[in-house]
């Protein structure tokens, strides 16, 4: 299938052969750059491992290009940074105050579940009705899709992804308040540390995700998708 730039009318071809070739692999969103001249040899280390934010995004589109709607979701994962961040810290000192609460850490635990609840839950249930049912089928009709009798595509990744959020999210929130309830010291101290490592791998799984949509997802639904769909989007 042919994408046309609605606004120059050239075909645009790069984008799909890329990511087509990625498809096909175990990460469908996540794109492999070409190898710089005299890297060929080069191989990855335990100790010097890739960089999964790494991915070549998709060039060519600016924020103030594309549709109304895919500038909010931009703009809600700008402001999910910072309350993402703020968790971070508040993770951090409290496993370096041995797991004792303080204003601070509370402040920073409230604030993040109470946006995760009321503002990231949202998000996510708004991606999936309005802009994945339609991007999904795009993709699939450029081949941008993996093999399987049931293709997949990168708008697959992103649901699991939302479904993976609410696991760790709640399984961070509820140990927390476990540990604070128990009497034994070890058992504690156990059930804090895995609390820890579950909100830790929370935040850097929304780091990730929010990375490869604003980079790669969302600059190819501006390609696929036609500003006459996007407003019916915002309309629905």
């Known amino acids: 299938m042919e994408i046309i730039d609605k606004k120059t009318g050239k075909r645009i071809i790069d984008e799909s052969k890329k990511i087509n070739k990625a498809l096909k692999k175990s990460d469908p969103i996540k794109r492999n750059a070409e190898k710089d001249k005299g890297l060929e040899d080069q191989e990855n280390s335990p100790m010097d491992p890739p960089d999964v934010y790494d991915p070549t995004p998709v060039e060519g589109v600016t924020?103030?290009?594309?549709?109304?709607?895919l500038e909010r979701y931009m703009d809600e994962h700008k402001a999910g940074k910072d309350i993402i961040d703020g968790f971070e810290k508040g993770l951090i000192k409290f496993r370096e105050e041995q797991y004792k609460l303080n204003d601070e850490i509370n402040t920073a635990f409230s604030e993040f579940?109470?946006?995760?609840?009321?503002?990231?839950?949202?998000?996510?249930?708004?991606?999936?009705r309005?802009?994945?049912?339609?991007?999904?089928q795009r993709l699939i009709e450029s081949g941008e899709?993996?093999?399987?009798?049931e293709p997949q595509t990168a708008v697959d990744m992103m649901e699991d992804d939302h479904?993976?959020?609410?696991?760790?999210?709640?399984?961070?929130?509820?140990?927390?308040?476990?540990?604070a309830r128990l009497?034994?010291?070890?058992?504690?101290?156990?059930?804090?540390?895995?609390?820890f490592s579950n909100?830790?791998?929370?935040?850097?799984?929304?780091?990730?995700?929010?990375?490869?949509?604003?980079?790669?997802?969302?600059?190819?639904?501006?390609?696929?998708?036609t500003q006459a769909e996007f407003e019916k989007m915002i309309a629905d």
């Open 163 to 179: 479904v993976k959020f609410i696991q760790l999210a709640s399984l961070s929130f509820n140990l927390l308040g476990l540990a």
């Open 145 to 149: 899709k993996g093999d399987g009798d």
């Open 113 to 128: 579940f109470q946006f995760f609840d009321d503002n990231i839950l949202d998000h996510n249930r708004r991606e999936e």
């Open 63 to 69: 924020y103030h290009e594309m549709s109304p709607l």
């Open 199 to 225: 909100g830790q791998e929370l935040i850097e799984m929304l780091r990730l995700h929010i990375f490869r949509e604003d980079t790669i997802l969302f600059p190819l639904a501006h390609k696929l998708i």
């Open 183 to 195: 009497p034994d010291a070890g058992s504690k101290m156990f059930v804090y540390d895995v609390a």
């Open 130 to 136: 309005q802009l994945f049912p339609l991007l999904h």
